[in-house]
């Protein structure tokens, strides 16, 4: 992981406990574990004072929730702990956007290397700067790198609505969601 306060954290109980009024558990950091299946084989010890521990995941911290419910966690999880771990914090963000709200990762049925890179074709980046809205800054960005107005004359070139530029981009070609723009193909 980047660092310890992102660490994948899950309080692991048991039904048996909690409906015996219950709370006792342990949470358990998933950077210790290489796969799911030695992080399952941990829990199951920790509650070996139980015949058949039905393990129950009361708490979480730093996973998303496309990747874990009360009683499971996704087999792809640790892969996916493995991938963000590898960029910044900025791009990990746009990357749970991505799969949670845009792409509907694991359910999609996507690999994750196919997920990734779906995710860098589309991902345009950041804009939640000086502006204070990403759809404008996005706007002035693209007519910049596109030479959308070179050739204007500059006289003219102040008349431009950046604005309903803007509105039209986001209308049909691109998505904003929390200053992470999107391109919608």
């Known amino acids: ?16 406990q909690y409906n015996s009024g219950s709370l006792f558990g342990k949470w358990f ?10 992080f399952l084989q941990d829990c199951h010890e920790f ?39 590898e960029i910044d914090d900025e791009t990990a963000e746009a ?11 694991p359910s999609n049925g ?8 779906s995710f860098r074709e589309s991902y345009r980046g950041f804009f939640g700067g000086s502006m204070k809205d990403p759809e ?12 959308l107005l070179s050739g204007v004359p500059s006289m003219l070139e102040k008349y431009f609505d ?3 530029f803007a509105r039209d981009l986001f209308m049909e070609e691109y998505s ?3 200053g992470h723009v999107f391109a919608d193909y």
């Open 136 to 147: 404008l800054e996005y706007a002035y960005q693209y007519i910049e790198e596109t030479g």
């Open 162 to 164: 950046y604005e309903a």
């Open 29 to 38: 950091d998933l950077t210790e574990y290489a796969d799911l299946k030695e």
């Open 95 to 105: 990357f749970e956007i991505y799969c949670k709200q845009i792409n509907y990762w």
């Open 47 to 85: 509650h070996r004072n139980e015949f058949d521990p039905e393990l129950m995941f009361q708490d979480w911290e730093n996973i998303p929730d496309f990747l874990i419910s009360e009683c499971s966690l996704h087999k792809e999880a640790f892969a996916y702990f493995e991938a963000i771990c």
């Open 176 to 178: 904003e969601y929390e």
């Open 110 to 117: 996507y690999e994750l290397e196919d997920q990734l890179e």
């Open 1 to 16: 992981m980047r660092n310890l306060e992102n660490a994948p954290k899950i309080y692991v109980g048991t039904y048996g």
